[in-house]
């Protein structure tokens, strides 16, 4: 049966079960609750004040993860409706503001709250005992790989760091990924963990980009199109995994399953890059290491222990075991992060206004800037209304990517003529060497022609392919070599035209490449591929969909370019 929350009437505390009992302590009968629960810190117990529920300093409260409500002493409440919170705003932040007795009320709370939890001591112990036989088994498994926790200052890694140190030691190396988009409270989080734990390694890494000239560039992410995540997180990891070398990775990281639909189909275990079949890590348990085709970083191994976690047994662990947490979630936060997410609720929105004014003000104006540029009747309305976040991108910018005209050339069988807006130079051959590997002897540069032989896994597709390209020219004249699918060879060649002709060294290709071939440096604007380890697989082709490009994917229409396509007739 499943675990939920039921609480006690006469001790007022929650207790987590898989059925109806009796109290532990008390033996008094138990209600149910809630699925999940949060407790609810001194500034979020002042917005409940606003609205007459208070002051809540000594009452025990907790919020549903799944729902609306929060309980007092165990009784359900209410707020009003989000548009009501977007109105009060104001009047809640001057509230907030007449006090500044937080943070020594949070300690009381925090102490509180652990008194309430002492009557969930057995699920916990079981809960870390599973967890640390599964980071010890796992670590023994792959035992010659270097052990890394992928710390984000949020709640779960804060908690996995904790359980990965107690079952390997401290020398286990920590990374955080500042993806510069933080709120500030995780900055001095990361400090002070830092602090507090002088002997644990610790790495930083942060992209080369800069979030809002990109915004500038290629629209907000929204949640159809989520750029950021691949180059201000997967990109900036992966740039350091390169940086090891044959160094093989195994990380630990604070992923939940109960946190979106998408993740409750995680593996608890997951190898990408070097392996097509599950490995055995537990046969007698049935724990696996499962391939993943869709693991934006390649050659590690991921490992979740609390991947079945709830957010109450994240909550039961940290004030428990009297660990620091991100003052973040003091504010009423359930979960930190990029604090400008499509994904973050109204509800987070609500609160990045109330705590962090100058940065909100900041990105609201760049939003409104957007909202005109793509000729929103109503700039203001559109981004309060949150239209933003349900767009594909950057399409409708003055920039926007308007595709590649590419038709079959009347001329020669089996030849793509494709017209380009970026003049050609040196660097087009890298985007042509996962197609094949070039061969200088039978190139002839003088004709401006390179002649690329198919790699064995793509023998079933082509033999191989002549590129006529001259420097400085905007036309490129492509010819497969005994096609086995001249359709999807000749979308091939499309995708990397686009991938050329929009290239802004995003960092996506490198991180979607399963063999590390592919080294993007934007600070230097390198974009190169190893073809000496590139084994021409075609996910970095492919893994972008019909534009063959994130940034192009982004820019585009809807996700449709405006290239010619090759009619029946030419086929």
């Given amino acids: 049966m499943v675990e939920k929350i039921y609480w006690c009437d006469h001790c007022q505390h929650p207790v987590k079960t898989d059925r109806l009992r009796r109290c532990p302590q008390c033996n008094a009968k138990l209600r149910y609750l809630a699925i999940d629960i949060r407790p609810v810190f001194a500034r979020e117990r002042r917005i409940l004040q606003f609205y007459g529920h208070g002051p809540l300093t000594t009452e025990a409260v907790w919020r549903s993860s799944k729902s609306h409500y929060y309980y007092i002493n165990g009784q359900p409440i209410s707020l009003p409706k989000i548009d009501q919170l977007k109105d009060d705003l104001p009047d809640i932040a001057a509230y907030i503001n007449?006090?500044?007795?937080?943070?020594?009320?949070?300690?009381?709370?925090?102490?509180?709250?652990?008194?309430?939890?002492?009557?969930?001591?057995?699920?916990?112990?079981?809960?870390?005992?599973?967890?640390?036989?599964?980071?010890?088994?796992?670590?023994?498994?792959?035992?010659?790989?270097?052990?890394?926790?992928?710390?984000?200052?949020?709640?779960?890694?804060t908690v996995v760091s904790d359980l990965v140190v107690r079952a390997l030691g401290a020398d286990v190396t920590h990374v955080f990924n500042d993806t510069t988009i933080e709120d500030a409270n995780t900055h001095e989080y990361v400090r002070q963990f830092r602090e507090m734990n002088p002997l644990i390694p610790f790495w930083e890494v942060r992209p080369e980009h800069n979030f809002h000239d990109l915004v500038e560039q290629i629209g907000p992410p929204s949640r159809v199109m989520r750029w950021c995540c691949t180059i201000f997180k997967a990109g900036p990891i992966n740039n350091?995994?390169?940086?090891?070398?044959?160094?093989?990775?195994?990380?630990?990281?604070?992923?939940?399953?109960?946190?979106?639909p998408r993740r409750a189909n995680y593996e608890r275990i997951t190898i990408s890059g070097i392996s097509d079949?599950?490995?055995?890590?537990?046969?007698?348990n049935g724990l696996y290491a499962i391939p993943s085709a869709t693991a934006k970083i390649g050659q590690q191994v991921t490992a979740a222990p609390i991947l079945h976690w709830s957010e109450f047994d994240v909550w039961l662990y940290i004030l428990s075991r009297g660990l620091a947490f991100n003052k973040s979630y003091r504010l009423g936060y359930s979960r930190v992060g990029c604090w400008i997410c499509p994904f973050n609720s109204e509800w987070s929105e609500m609160l990045g206004n109330i705590f962090f004014p100058e940065d909100a003000a900041r990105w609201r104006a760049q939003l409104v800037d957007f909202?005109?540029?793509?000729?929103?009747?109503?700039?203001?309305?559109?981004?309060?209304?949150?239209?933003?976040?349900?767009?594909?991108?950057?399409?409708?910018?003055?920039?926007?990517?308007?595709?590649?005209?590419?038709?079959?050339?009347?001329?020669?069988?089996?030849?793509?003529?494709?017209?380009?807006?970026?003049?050609?130079?040196?660097?087009?051959?890298?985007?042509?060497?996962?197609?094949?590997?070039?061969?200088?002897?039978?190139?002839?540069?003088?004709?401006?022609?390179?002649?690329?032989?198919?790699?064995?896994?793509?023998?079933?597709?082509?033999?191989?392919?002549?590129?006529q390209a001259q420097e400085g020219d905007t036309h490129l004249r492509v010819t497969f070599i005994n096609p086995k699918d001249r359709e999807r060879a000749f979308a091939y060649i499309r995708y990397q035209a686009v991938k050329f002709q929009t290239c802004i060294q995003c960092t996506a290709c490198s991180v979607v490449c399963p063999h590390g071939a592919i080294t993007v440096k934007p600070d230097m604007r390198i974009y190169e591929i190893d073809q000496d380890v590139c084994t021409g697989c075609l996910e970095c082709v492919t893994h972008f969909g019909s534009t063959g490009c994130l940034v192009a994917k982004s820019l585009s229409v809807y996700g449709k370019s405006k290239e010619v396509i090759p009619s029946a007739e030419g086929r």
């Fill in 371 to 467: 909202a005109r540029k793509i000729g929103k009747p109503d700039p203001e309305e559109y981004v309060d209304g949150r239209g933003w976040v349900k767009r594909f991108g950057g399409a409708g910018l003055p920039n926007s990517f308007t595709g590649i005209e590419a038709r079959p050339c009347e001329e020669m069988e089996d030849t793509l003529d494709i017209t380009l807006k970026r003049p050609v130079n040196a660097a087009l051959e890298e985007f042509l060497k996962p197609l094949g590997k070039i061969n200088r002897d039978r190139s002839r540069p003088e004709l401006g022609e390179i002649y690329l032989e198919a790699r064995p896994s793509q023998r079933e597709l082509w033999t191989g392919l002549v590129v």
């Fill in 277 to 284: 079949k599950a490995i055995a890590v537990d046969k007698e």
């Fill in 98 to 157: 007449d006090s500044d007795h937080y943070d020594a009320l949070d300690e009381q709370l925090i102490a509180d709250y652990r008194r309430q939890l002492a009557v969930n001591q057995t699920h916990l112990n079981a809960l870390e005992d599973e967890a640390m036989r599964f980071i010890e088994t796992v670590d023994r498994k792959f035992q010659s790989r270097l052990r890394l926790v992928s710390f984000s200052g949020g709640k779960d890694s």
């Fill in 240 to 260: 350091l995994l390169q940086s090891l070398g044959d160094r093989k990775v195994l990380t630990f990281y604070g992923i939940r399953a109960d946190e979106s």
